[in-house]
């Protein structure tokens, strides 16, 4: 896997959610969000897939809403 650093430095290879995403796999995608504060996570596992915060597919949410990405 490349590495693929977001516009804020974040290297998403090293990303948990990124992780699990490119994995394609459902129990570790749920592992990742087991361990998301409850507080902050959303509702299901689904609601983490990450494919990076440049890629056209789907990002985490506080990814979604970046200054720092929008602005590219």
């Known amino acids: 896997m490349r590495p693929s650093l977001a516009p804020c430095g974040f290297d998403c290879s090293e990303c948990p959610a990124y992780l699990a995403t490119v994995s394609e796999n459902p129990d570790e995608l749920r592992k990742v969000w087991e361990r998301w504060d409850p507080a902050t996570r959303p509702s299901a596992p689904e609601g983490i897939r990450c494919l990076g915060c440049l890629s056209d597919g789907p990002r985490l949410p ?11």
């Open 62 to 72: 506080f990814c979604e809403d970046c200054a720092l990405r929008r602005a590219l």
